[in-house]
T-cell receptor, first 116, second 114 residues
């Protein structure tokens, strides 16, 4: 297992286009998270999944954003009608949680989106 | 709500100098606290953590002590190396919604020179 993989590493798109990112978590991890990081800021929580169920979404996740984790394994994050303000690094992370135990996330290297 | 405040960077040090990066937090309840490091072009890596007051997290020569009375979790290292150059993020864990969300500070860039 090589950790959390994200694809693509970089994406440049024109304003108004749709984009989709993929995240492959560590295989035995049951939770998957999406964060967004803008330049000079820390990551901000977007949403998370417990297996295939999306259990929480941030108010940052507008109607143009949708995330799925269809079989409880990989996840996709789609942004429709992209805007320049969507330009950011999109980070995926996974963790294994049982009960109240939490030992930190493993982050992927991120997908850097540039909307022109 | 929950928030994390870090000292602004960049912090520039000579090799073997002592490092302190300040972090204070605001949270309801008793959060767990973390330091993450991000090297250029890479994802965030967990550096150390502390789950309750007076706990000390340590890893790779870095240390941080959970101080409930001052709501702080300052990162320290006795002798930095050029390879420590990176961005360091302080974060806290909330149990809101049971999701183990992390709230991050804005990050502090560290540059270590020979």
């Amino acid at each position: 297992d090589t950790g959390v993989s994200q694809d693509p590493r970089h994406k440049i798109t024109k304003r108004g286009q749709n984009v989709t990112f993929r995240c492959d978590p560590i295989s035995e991890h049951n939770r998957l998270y999406w964060y967004r990081q803008t330049l000079g800021q820390g990551p901000e929580f977007l949403t998370y999944f417990q297996n295939e169920a999306q259990l929480e979404k941030s108010r940052l996740l507008s109607d143009r954003f949708s995330a799925e984790r269809p079989k409880g394994s990989f996840s996709t994050l789609e942004i429709q009608r992209t805007e320049q303000g969507d330009s950011a690094m999109y980070l995926c992370a996974s963790s294994f949680v049982v009960g109240e135990g939490f030992y930190g996330y493993t982050f992927g290297s991120g997908t850097r989106l540039t909307v022109v | 709500g929950n928030s994390v405040t870090q000292m602004e960077g960049p912090v520039t040090l000579s090799e073997e100098a002592f490092l302190t990066i300040n972090c204070t937090y605001t949270a309801t309840g008793y959060p767990s606290l973390f330091w993450y490091v991000q090297y250029p072009g890479e994802g965030l890596q967990l550096l150390l953590k502390a789950t309750k007051a007076d706990d000390k997290g340590s890893n790779k020569g870095f240390e941080a002590t959970y101080r409930k009375e001052t709501t702080s979790f300052h990162l320290e290292k006795g002798s930095v190396q050029v390879s420590d150059s990176a961005v360091y993020f302080c974060a806290l864990r909330t149990l809101s919604g049971g999701g183990n969300k992390l709230t991050f500070g804005t990050g502090t860039q560290l540059k270590v020179e020979l």
